[in-house]
């Protein structure tokens, strides 16, 4: 069986990094979840190096929801990563791990008054999920003298498109 570059077996066990996953949980006790920082950096820069060879102002976030380690935000952060944010904690922990504000981006669907006010703070940028959210986000800016950049998708539409395609018919 052929195991990426950073798992082995030795003596009969998983290593991870050169770890020995069975005296981890011997140590840490289970379930016990292990990530090798080496290995998340290593995809980092590749996803970096391959979306940026055809689209250099390609921005690839690290999806904090997936792993919100301090440690291995602040080594993301070290080569010049962002992240997709969902809440206030999200946000927070990617500026203390080093994250620069102009490399993450505010998603979600449930971002509340407080979660907008400290994006303005921060200078993040807000995916916007609807017209009312942008009204927030508008009030919120004028009350902090500030301007914020905005993402929002355009799938509305398709869904006006389809609406077209059935009333033509």
């Known amino acids: 069986?052929?195991?990426?570059?950073?798992?082995?077996?030795?003596?009969?066990?998983?290593?991870?990094?050169?770890?020995?996953?069975?005296?981890?949980?011997?140590?840490?006790?289970?379930?016990?979840?292990?990530?090798?920082?080496?290995?998340?950096?290593?995809?980092?820069?590749?996803?970096?190096?391959?979306l940026g060879a055809r689209y250099p102002k390609v921005q690839v976030l690290f999806a904090a929801k997936a792993n919100g380690n301090l440690a291995l935000m602040r080594a993301l952060a070290q080569k010049g990563a962002g992240a997709d944010v969902?809440?206030?904690?999200?946000?927070?922990?990617?500026?203390?791990?080093?994250?620069?504000?102009?490399?993450?981006?505010?998603?979600?669907?449930?971002?509340?008054?407080?979660?907008?006010?400290?994006?303005?703070?921060?200078?993040?940028?807000?995916?916007?999920?609807?017209?009312d959210e942008l009204h927030q986000l508008e009030a919120v800016a004028a009350a902090a003298g500030k301007t914020v950049k905005v993402s929002f998708m355009l799938y509305f539409i398709r869904v006006f498109n389809l609406l077209l395609q059935f009333s033509s018919k």
């Open 86 to 131: 969902f809440s206030s904690g999200e946000l927070n922990l990617a500026l203390e791990a080093g994250m620069a504000p102009e490399k993450l981006l505010f998603n979600g669907s449930s971002k509340t008054p407080a979660d907008l006010k400290l994006a303005v703070e921060k200078g993040v940028k807000v995916s916007l999920d609807s017209l």
């Open 1 to 50: 069986m052929k195991l990426a570059h950073h798992l082995s077996i030795k003596n009969g066990h998983l290593t991870i990094n050169g770890l020995d996953c069975v005296a981890l949980a011997e140590k840490y006790g289970t379930p016990l979840y292990v990530t090798s920082e080496d290995r998340v950096v290593e995809q980092f820069e590749s996803y970096q190096k391959s």
